[in-house]
């Protein structure tokens, strides 16, 4: 009966969402928009506030848009393995890793024959790794990853390319990130196929994603989407959706974004954490809860020192499930003593016989992240990123 109601709801133009939240209030943020924009009056006055409006709409887009992750090679598992871990990597430059990696979980999974392990732990182990690899590649763009977000605009660097130079180490080590997990854990992964609906739900996802890096104006942005949902007649498909990811953990996200927030508006505090969180903290507070860190950092005043401190960011954001988001919605099961290699089934709790996925996730990033840290530390040692972006801003004006 629900899906029923649903259905004839998405047939009507006129509906409570329609006027209220599609016209009313999407017309609204557009004209509000334009007028903060035309007096030079800004909307949002904080990097942190920003954030929250931001996160929003991205969580409202990938709601919205009706797009599947594209598999490819299918009929090669463990190229199609590589090429989805990539993938996963890179989309997250546009979408925070916790969509992408639900987006991976509606892809069905299937047992490789050939694979060493059990299909239960390649499973596990190839999540994992897409994970990491989403949490970290995420941060080469402004709008990729929350624990990233507020640092790019508290740093006067949310623009379009001021996270490319990461990408010079971050590429390189997504593909072989990919290549090993293609070599050690592949499973068979089922068709996606690319249909009408898939064209249309990549077209709208690319248009809402240019509208707010071209503009900057997450008001207009929302505002935009709120009408198109209304000329879809999908304004209720917009609100369904967007509470569905808003309970699955985005709210989670915003939440802890929103704590900083509040932090901040105690007089002192700011001033505080820009004294104390510094260094080698960064990557502790990070290791606890990278939107948090990200949020609460002071921003950067050189080039130099903001991709040190995205670096440490961005190494302490996979290290534990509590460091972010994807982590700690998406490995909260077990992994049963039987599905484990043999040898590390001595990790495996001898009373339950199983290993939670919290302490498999760690153990098997862990490495990643000490050998990314090596690269990340070389490359600001040497001032490579520094460099890259100073090129690209002659040749790109920010």
């Not at 182990?125 to 989403?134: E, L, P, S, Y």
Request: glycine fraction near 8%; aromatic fraction near 12%; hydrophobic fraction near 55%.
């Amino acid at each position: 009966m629900e899906n029923k109601d649903e259905a004839i709801l998405q047939r009507k133009f006129i509906t409570a969402e329609s006027v209220i939240l599609g016209l009313l209030l999407g017309g609204l943020l557009i004209l509000v928009s334009y007028l903060g924009q035309k007096n030079s009056t800004p909307l949002v006055r904080t990097p942190v506030s920003e954030t929250i409006w931001v996160a929003l709409y991205l969580t409202a887009v990938v709601s919205f848009c009706s797009f599947k992750l594209p598999t490819l090679f299918t009929s090669r598992p463990r190229l199609a393995c590589f090429t989805l871990s990539m993938l996963c990597g890179h989309v997250s430059l546009f979408f925070d890793s916790f969509a992408v990696i639900l987006l991976l979980n509606t892809i069905t999974m299937l047992p490789f024959p050939a694979a060493r392990f059990s299909h239960r732990f390649n499973a596990f182990c190839f999540k994992a790794i897409c994970a990491f690899n989403a949490l970290t590649v995420g941060g080469g763009f402004y709008i990729g990853e929350l624990w990233g977000l507020p640092y790019f605009i508290s740093s006067g660097m949310d623009n379009a390319i001021a996270g490319f130079p990461l990408l010079l180490v971050l590429t390189p080590y997504c593909l072989v990130t990919s290549l090993l997990v293609a070599r050690f854990f592949p499973v068979k992964i089922e068709p996606v196929k690319m249909d009408r609906g898939q064209l249309v739900g990549a077209a709208e996802i690319v248009f809402f994603l240019s509208v707010i890096i071209i503009t900057h104006q997450t008001f207009l942005s929302l505002g935009l989407l709120l009408l198109y949902s209304v000329l879809k007649k999908e304004t209720f498909k917009l609100v369904h959706n967007l509470m569905h990811e808003l309970r699955g953990g985005a709210a989670n996200a915003l939440g802890l974004i929103m704590v900083a927030w509040l932090i901040q508006q105690i007089p002192g505090t700011t001033q505080w954490f820009a004294s104390k969180i510094q260094g080698g903290w960064i990557f502790v507070l990070s290791s606890i809860s990278s939107p948090f860190a990200g949020a609460m950092v002071a921003g950067a005043e050189t080039p130099g020192e903001f991709y040190r401190n995205i670096s440490l960011l961005m190494l302490g954001a996979p290290m534990f499930v509590s460091s972010s988001l994807v982590a700690i919605i998406v490995f909260r099961d077990t992994l049963a003593w039987e599905d484990l290699p043999k040898q590390i089934r001595w990790l495996a709790s001898k009373k339950e016989g199983v290993l939670q996925e919290a302490v498999a996730y760690t153990l098997l990033v862990l490495p990643l992240v000490i050998t990314l840290g090596g690269l990340l530390y070389l490359a600001n040692s040497s001032g490579l990123f520094v460099a890259a972006y100073s090129a690209l801003a002659a040749l790109v004006p920010v």
